[in-house]
């Protein structure tokens, strides 16, 4: 394995031309969210198909909108200055390390200081070769009407060095007094393998996130651990949703032309699968040792026109074949490569996807985009009531944003997962990272519908009214075990889980990455086999929740 990743950054390191990506985490949704609505005005033209961004590409789109700023309304000047003073470390290097390099490395200016033209950061040092920003991480989030609550702290850092290779850093320990985010669980919220702590009768769970970035004029090349997002969406994206628990990979982002854009990952999964052949006794007990897990994914963007995306791409979970070569070719079909290494069987083979995507923003304000999950289709029986095999999930929406400059938008989202979709008979190669689906977070046999309207009256502020159903069916058909799944299984025969729920949401920013969000929220949660939601969600309920966060 070691040579892969040896061969993988030497073909990097043959290009000499300057750049450089620390990436900024999809949960910072104020700045994706400005992107995005500068972008349905189509005064920047971006790929939203695929999550994270880094932040020197978030600081030229910045540029861009400078450069249109008589075509933006006072709110959103006012949002772009803001974001400038956290972005120009990116874009001006030069006077930093003119500014700090002949500073001590802890002084008033490196230590909780800010300018006009920076944020405030607890430590932020830079010179010719090497810049670094140190921040907290600190947050609470209360649902006061149930007094139940959740606490992280923490903190990151991201550093340059030289002109091309950047490296990041994220850690929290989080606390709920209630367990919120078992894998069992609806989870929508960032997730990560809990503990539950029985003397203090709270679950803990900790996370790292980071990597290392070695980036050129036209592409990234990285060896991270983090989150990451594929797929268009409003809410919760129907490829990979992205609040899953942080996974190792190997990423790999080019852009040789305006119109094309290659994205692809191979990733380590835990698998909670006991190896019982290489688990072993030790003096002090039993040495638990897990089925390796793998995944595997790639993803091309075409561009015909300006604002037309069209993307697609393939991905597999794999397992019990070692680090094969062909999951190493970034461009494969991986699906056709496993039925050749499998011998045809399913009982040999590996989980296989499929997937498309497609947005416009070619009518000014709208964004109207549409994602397709396949994880099995036959063309043949695809209309037999009886026969098919369609599972496969799809998403359809559209969003506005600052509709003729008034600061309101509109959201409409549906989301479909046909029975079987996201699943597999074999526990090695499931579609899961620690048992929490990296897809849809209702999985297989469940829709939802979104709709909502939003509204920034001011700078910073974000309020949202809000509709959501959400309707789930059985996952088990009552069938005997069968491999792959049953033919003709029909969608949504009967629900076991529903949740209705109506909605008013506000965030603030009050200063970078602080922010203070409330809901208030009417919610009507049954669930048949208490295995969806938790208990003191379930029931009608009139739910208000408070957050204060310092990062995420």
């Not at 939003?454 to 974000?462: A, E, G, R, T």
């Not at 909605?503 to 295995?531: P, R, V």
């Amino acid at each position: 394995m070691r040579n892969y990743i040896f061969i993988f950054f030497c073909v990097v390191l043959l290009n000499n031309t300057n750049a450089q990506d620390v990436y900024q985490h999809i949960s910072k949704n104020s700045i994706y969210e400005f992107l995005n609505e500068t972008a349905a005005q189509n005064l920047i033209d971006i790929n939203t198909v695929i999550y994270p961004y880094s932040r020197q590409f978030i600081a030229e789109k910045l540029v861009e909108l400078d450069s249109r700023r008589e075509q933006l309304n006072s709110r959103q000047q006012k949002e772009l200055d803001f974001f400038f003073r956290d972005y120009n470390k990116e874009l001006k290097r030069n006077e930093w390390d003119t500014l700090y390099q002949s500073q001590k490395a802890f002084s008033k200016k490196t230590l909780f200081n800010k300018t006009e033209e920076k944020r405030l950061d607890a430590f932020f040092y830079s010179s010719p070769h090497f810049q670094i920003t140190v921040n907290p991480v600190v947050g609470f989030d209360y649902l006061a009407t149930e007094n139940v609550y959740r606490r992280y702290y923490g903190g990151e850092v991201n550093t340059y060095l030289g002109k091309k290779w950047a490296a990041y850093f994220s850690f929290r320990d989080v606390s709920e007094n209630e367990e919120w985010i078992s894998p069992q669980y609806f989870n929508e919220i960032q997730v990560g393998v809990n503990r539950p702590n029985r003397v203090k009768k709270v679950t803990d769970f900790s996370e790292v996130r980071g990597g290392i970035t070695y980036s050129w004029k036209w592409g990234t090349a990285a060896i991270i651990q983090d989150q990451f997002k594929w797929g268009n969406s409003f809410r919760q994206s129907n490829i990979f949703a992205g609040n899953f628990p942080a996974i190792p990979h190997i990423k790999l982002n080019v852009k040789p032309t305006k119109w094309l854009e290659f994205n692809y990952i191979h990733g380590w999964l835990n698998s909670n699968v006991v190896d019982s052949v290489r688990t072993y006794q030790a003096a002090n007990g039993e040495r638990l040792v897990y089925h390796n897990k793998f995944l595997v994914a790639n993803m091309f963007t075409v561009r015909p026109i300006k604002h037309l995306y069209v993307s697609f791409g393939n991905s597999t979970v794999y397992s019990d074949v070692g680090f094969h070569p062909s999951y190493f070719i970034p461009f494969f079909f991986y699906r056709s490569s496993d039925h050749a290494l499998s011998g045809q069987s399913n009982r040999a083979g590996q989980n296989g996807q499929l997937f498309f995507d497609i947005n416009t923003r070619n009518i000014k304000y709208f964004n109207i985009y549409a994602t397709l999950f396949i994880d099995e289709m036959k063309f043949s029986t695809f209309f037999d009531k009886d026969e098919n095999r369609n599972q496969l999930g799809f998403k359809i929406g559209v969003s506005s944003y600052n509709i003729a400059k008034s600061n309101i938008g509109i959201v409409a989202e549906y989301t479909r997962s046909n029975p079987y979709a996201y699943e597999h008979g074999l526990e090695t190669i499931t579609f899961t990272q620690s048992d929490y689906n990296i897809g849809h977070y209702l999985r297989q046999n469940a829709q939802e519908i979104y709709l909502a309207i939003h509204y920034k009256p001011i700078p910073k502020l974000n309020c949202r009214i809000y509709y959501l159903n959400a309707k789930k069916g059985p996952e088990d058909y009552g069938y005997s075990n069968n491999f792959g799944g049953f033919s003709g299984v029909p969608f949504l025969e009967r629900t076991i889980y529903e949740r209705t729920e109506i909605g008013l949401s506000a965030q603030y920013e009050l200063i970078h990455d602080l922010y203070i969000k409330l809901n208030l929220m009417s919610s009507k949660i049954t669930d048949d086999n208490k295995l969806y939601a938790p208990e003191f969600l379930q029931g009608n309920q009139f739910l208000g929740r408070l957050g204060v966060n310092w990062n995420f």
